[in-house]
C-alpha cells in the first residue's frame, strides 16, 4: 500500500494553482473539469510520478469551520518535506509568503509554517542531522 492520492481545501482553484506552482513550485499534473470545478493536482518536481496533491474546492459547509478552527489553533493542514528549512524560509519570504511560524528546531526536526494564501497553514520539515 503506498498513498497515490491526498487533498488540500482551497478557496479559489486558480488562485492555489498559482501559488502551488509559482511560488511553492509543483508541478500541475491533471487539470479536469467537474461541474463548476476541477480535478486539479499538482506534484512534486523532485518525484513527477510520486503523490499527488489535489487542489480540492473548499464548498462543502464543513469545510470553513473546520480550517479556521485548524488555522486558529495553529495547526497545520499538512506538512511538505524540504531539504533545508532555513532556505526555503528565506525564499519564500522573497515572494512575500506569510509565516506564522519561523524556522524552529524540534528535536530531530527542524519546521516552519506558513500561510498557503488559500485558506490553510502549511508546515515545511527537515529532518536534522
Known amino acids: 500500500m503506498r498513498i497515490h492520492l491526498t487533498s488540500i481545501f482551497v478557496d479559489d482553484q ?3 494553482l498559482h ?8 508541478t500541475k499534473r491533471h487539470d479536469v473539469p ?3 470545478d476541477r480535478w486539479l493536482t499538482v506534484t512534486s ?3 513527477p510520478d510520486g503523490p499527488e496533491l489535489l487542489l480540492e474546492p473548499s464548498r462543502h459547509p464543513a469545510v470553513r469551520p473546520f480550517r ?7 495547526i ?7 531539504e533545508d528549512v532555513h532556505a526555503e524560509y528565506e525564499r519564500l519570504r522573497l515572494y512575500g509568503v506569510r509565516f506564522t511560524q519561523e524556522p524552529l528546531e524540534m528535536g530531530p526536526a527542524i519546521t516552519a509554517v506558513f500561510d498557503d494564501t488559500c485558506g490553510n497553514l502549511i508546515q ?4 536534522a542531522g
Open 14 to 16: 486558480e488562485d492555489a
Open 19 to 26: 501559488f502551488y506552482t509559482e511560488v511553492l513550485g509543483f
Open 34 to 36: 467537474v461541474g463548476e
Open 45 to 47: 518536481t523532485e518525484s
Open 68 to 74: 479556521e478552527a485548524l488555522v486558529q489553533d495553529g
Open 76 to 82: 497545520p493542514a499538512t506538512q511538505f518535506a524540504v
Open 124 to 127: 515545511i520539515a527537515q529532518l
